[in-house]
């Protein structure tokens, strides 16, 4: 095997037209976890389709189900399951795992709302 560092646009063509056998890469969980599981999983998400083709009916479902549902007791249940598909049928393979915390406070008002890195203004 040898490995290959690519510049941005290489790096894109090369995922795009899937020559590769392995791929290395960054990525960030969310705020709400189905940004994370339905970019990186859905059998629909075209990262999915570049990267690994996985598909999985009942993964899809739940997925669809939690994005839809508003209780978070639910919606932990349903991430459990995916994430316990994902562990065992193994689409993707993390090499680490960085624990992020984060903060809010109500009498912080009137700032850009941010979505998935971007910034929306007002």
Known sequence: MSLEPFD????????????????????????DPDDFFGRNFHSKSDLVQVLSGWQNTRYDQLV???KRTLDPVR????????????NVELPHFHLHEVTQTSAAA?????????????SHLP
């Open 106 to 118: 109500k009498e912080l008002q009137g700032l850009p709302a941010q979505c998935g890195g971007c």
């Open 64 to 66: 669809e189900e939690a």
């Open 8 to 31: 941005t646009v290489p790096h894109l063509n090369t995922r795009r037209q899937g020559e590769f056998d392995s791929f290395i890469g960054g990525g960030t969980y969310r705020f």
């Open 75 to 86: 919606r932990k249940e349903l991430y459990t399951e995916v994430w316990n598909i994902v």
